[in-house]
């Protein structure tokens, strides 16, 4: 059997190189900076994660409303979907979770707890209140080519979205929707006239209110069921 050679390897001539080390010392230091709250932001996702769907699922978002001391179904976990972008509801994918987190500068439960109170004031914002509203209502359409969501549930949501804003407008338009019987179910044209009417018409005496202008016969309906209250 031969004998083991006993000689040394030649000594290396080439170093380790990482990312950090090809570039200036100033942007190498934000450039790993910004990996560790990649890394820490991928590692909280994993505590609430499902691991055999590689999604946070509705179980993973009830310890993680646990965790940031609100329920459920408080606007703002509604509002953290929206920043995430998230696409179904009840779950937050992987690059969901890492592209609203990393938004709000989140890397751990506390910051993101933190956070919360920001967001709920970006949204307050007119123009990105809007898209919250309309996504509000995407994220209730549940099943393929769903158009419309049930009065029920849309009930909730202007309680949830437009309570906050419009709380006079919402509960009595809220009242008029459980007590009609024509519609089911509205649709996306629909739950956003429901804004425009709280952001232009006078309430409640509806002085500025045009039938002749485009609004959805709901609307009309609503508005019609207020005046025979009044009368």
Not at 204 to 230: C, G, H, T
Request: glycine fraction near 4%; charge should be neutral; charged fraction near 30%.
């Amino acid at each position: 059997m031969p004998r083991a050679s006993k000689r040394k390897a030649a000594p290396s001539t080439s170093t380790s190189v990482t990312s950090c080390d090809v570039v200036p010392p100033r942007a190498a230091s934000g450039k790993c900076k910004s990996r560790k709250v990649v890394d820490r932001i991928g590692s909280l996702f994993e505590l609430y994660a499902n691991q055999s769907l590689n999604m946070i699922d509705p179980e993973g978002i009830e310890a993680l409303c646990s965790d940031l001391g609100v329920d459920h179904t408080n606007v703002r976990i509604l509002m953290l979907a929206w920043k995430m972008k998230a696409e179904k509801q009840g779950y937050f994918s992987r690059d969901e979770w890492q592209r609203g987190l990393k938004e709000l500068h989140a890397d751990t439960i506390s910051k993101l707890k933190k956070a919360l109170p920001g967001l709920e004031k970006e949204l307050m914002t007119p123009p990105k209140f809007e898209d919250f509203y309309a996504y509000a209502f995407r994220y209730c359409l549940t099943e393929e080519r769903q158009k419309s969501v049930d009065i029920e549930t849309v009930c909730e949501l202007l309680n949830l979205v437009l309570g906050p804003l419009y709380r006079l407008q919402v509960d009595l338009l809220v009242k008029y929707l459980k007590v009609q019987s024509e519609y089911r179910a509205l649709n996306m044209d629909q739950w956003l006239h429901f804004y425009r009417f709280c952001k232009e018409i006078s309430f409640p005496d509806l002085q500025n209110y045009d039938s002749d202008q485009a609004w959805p016969v709901i609307i009309d309906n609503f508005v019609e069921w207020m005046r025979d209250k009044q009368s």
